[in-house]
C-alpha cells in the first residue's frame, strides 16, 4: 500500500476516513481505532496488507504519534493485525478477529449488506439457545417453571405494545437462559443478541400475524422445558429462532 491512502480498487474512495475535525481531541483515539476497525472489517485493507506507516496515520488522522500507536495497539488487541518487526502492521484473516468484541460487531453487523453475518448469527444463535432450552429442561423446578409462564405471560397481554413486547420477547429467552446454568453461552448470545437489536435489518417490521406465530413458538417451547423434554425444547428453540429470522430478514418471500 503506498504512503497515500488512496484506494486503488473501487471507486477511489479514502479506505480510512479522516476523523480530525468531527470530534474533540478527547475522543480523536477511540474514533481513530473506530475507523480503523471498519476500514478492516469492511476490507478496505485485505487480510495480508500492511497498513500504512506511523507517519501517513498521523497525517490521514491529524492525531500524534501516541494516538496512533495506541489505536494501532487496540487492533492488535481485538485479533485484527499482527505488528511485525520489520514487517510492519500485518492485516489478519477474519478467522483471528475477536468477533464479539464490541467495535469488530458493530462493524461487521453495520456494514453486512448482503445480510451474511446476520444470518451467521442467527445460525449460531439457535446453537447456543437449544443447548441452553434442553439444560434448562432439565434442571426445572416448580419455581422456575411458574417464572417460565409468568414471562409468557407478560408477553401475551403486550401485543397491542410493540416496544412492550419485544422486551417481553428478549425477556423470555434471557430467562430460559439463566435457567439453563449456562453462564458461557448465555453470555456469548447476550452479546450477540444485544448488539443485533439495533439494528434495523436484524428486528424488522413485524406485523400482528407474526408475532402472533411468535408467542405460539414460544409456548411450545415453554411446554417442552416445563414438561422437562429437553430434545424437544431444544427442537422448538432452534426452529423457533431459524423461523423467526426469516420472518423478519429483508427480502425475503413471505
Do not use: C
Amino acid at each position: 500500500m503506498s504512503d497515500h491512502i488512496e484506494a486503488e480498487r473501487g471507486n477511489g474512495q479514502v479506505l480510512l476516513a479522516s476523523t480530525a475535525g468531527r470530534v474533540p481531541a478527547a475522543r480523536l483515539g477511540i474514533a481513530v481505532v473506530k475507523d480503523l476497525v471498519t476500514a478492516v472489517v469492511t476490507g478496505s485493507v485485505q487480510p495480508g496488507d500492511t497498513l500504512p506507516p506511523e507517519s501517513v496515520l498521523i497525517q490521514q488522522f491529524a492525531v500524534s504519534r501516541t494516538v496512533v500507536r495506541e489505536s494501532v495497539k487496540r487492533l492488535e488487541e481485538k485479533g485484527l493485525v499482527t505488528v511485525s518487526q520489520g514487517r510492519g502492521t500485518i492485516v489478519n484473516s477474519p478467522s483471528r478477529w475477536n468477533v464479539l468484541d464490541p467495535d469488530v460487531l458493530s462493524a461487521l453487523v453495520d456494514n453486512d449488506e448482503s445480510l451474511e453475518i446476520l444470518d451467521e448469527l442467527a445460525v449460531v444463535r439457535a446453537s447456543l439457545e437449544a443447548s441452553m432450552a434442553a439444560a434448562a429442561a432439565e434442571r426445572q423446578t416448580d419455581v422456575s417453571s411458574a417464572d417460565l409462564r409468568r414471562m409468557h405471560e407478560t408477553a401475551e397481554t403486550a401485543l397491542n405494545d410493540m416496544d412492550a413486547y419485544n422486551d417481553a420477547d428478549a425477556a423470555f429467552h434471557d430467562m430460559i437462559m439463566e435457567q439453563s446454568g449456562n453462564r458461557l453461552a448465555a453470555n456469548i448470545t447476550r452479546i450477540l443478541f444485544a448488539r443485533a437489536r439495533e439494528s434495523t435489518r436484524f428486528t424488522g417490521t413485524q406485523g400482528l400475524d407474526a408475532v402472533r406465530t411468535t408467542l405460539e413458538e414460544h409456548r411450545a417451547i415453554m411446554e417442552a422445558v416445563i414438561s422437562g423434554d429437553a430434545d424437544g425444547a431444544a427442537e422448538a428453540m432452534s426452529t423457533h429462532i431459524t423461523q423467526a429470522w426469516h420472518r423478519r430478514r429483508p427480502g425475503t418471500t413471505r
